[in-house]
């Protein structure tokens, strides 16, 4: 894996992300990615779907019209496919996850969309 800085039109903050080699299933694509605190994905979509396992601290995730919620390590959140999400650590730790996306009828990939704005991000917990 080689370790590379996650890039602003894509996250707020600062993350640091591992992508593993594709070797012998280039049908999935796997991720370990490091949010410091505060830091977050944009809003985005995957279209086959993403399964996030956290590894450490504690996840603060939230899909579209829904309040965020916290998801601590050794949890897993489900993204269905195209449905509309952000993912980060919380304002008080780090958070790694291993971020894992699956493409057998599509070529994969992400639709990276607008920022989440504080707001959003600090919105009442569910």
Not at 20 to 39: C, I, M, Q, Y
Not at 101 to 111: H, L, Q
Request: net charge negative; glycine share 10%.
């Amino acid at each position: 894996m080689q370790t590379g800085r996650g890039p602003e039109e894509w996250f707020t903050g600062t993350v640091w992300r591992d992508a593993a080699p594709t070797g012998s299933s280039p049908d999935v694509a796997v991720n370990r990615v490091l949010f410091e605190p505060g830091a977050r994905t944009h809003w985005h979509t995957h279209p086959e779907g993403q399964i996030l396992y956290i590894i450490t601290g504690t996840c603060r995730a939230a899909k579209e019209d829904e309040p965020p919620v916290e998801v601590e390590a050794g949890g897993v959140v489900y993204f269905a496919p195209d449905e509309k999400h952000w993912h980060g650590a919380t304002p008080e730790t780090y958070m790694v996850h291993m971020a894992i996306n699956v493409a057998t009828t599509t070529d994969g990939g992400t639709d990276w969309m607008e920022p989440v704005t504080d707001e959003e991000y600090g919105s009442r917990l569910r």
